[in-house]
């Protein structure tokens, strides 16, 4: 279930929610990865870690079925959305 982030989020926190919830988020439209990293914004990190959620395209929630948004934060760990495109092996 969704929670607010924790400030004192550790990467082995993480590791453990990525488990949990990585098979259901590659479920979701246009997810194509999940990983655990800095938030970047220009190319500096912004935040602590958490959870990346690697989407071919974004689309606005509002186009999305309720089962296809990725919440903010699962379990206290922050979550955001990376667009990577199409992924195609070598």
Same mark, same amino acid.
């Given at each position: 279930m969704p929670?607010?982030?924790d400030d004192e989020i550790t990467i082995a926190e993480i590791q453990t929610v990525k488990a949990r919830y990585e098979a259901d988020l590659l479920k979701k439209a246009n997810v194509v990865? #999940?990983?655990i990293g800095l938030r970047m914004r220009e190319g500096k990190p912004v935040g602590g870690?958490? +959870? /990346? #959620?690697? #989407?071919?395209r974004k689309v606005p929630? +509002?186009?999305?079925? %309720?089962?296809?948004? /990725? %919440?903010?934060?699962?379990?206290? $760990?922050? $979550?955001w959305v990376e667009v990577v495109g199409e992924i195609k092996a070598r």
């Open positions: 929670t607010e982030p990865g #999940v990983g870690p958490g +959870l /990346i #959620v690697n #989407v071919t929630s +509002l186009f999305l079925r %309720p089962e296809d948004r /990725i %919440p903010k934060t699962l379990d206290g $760990v922050p $979550v």
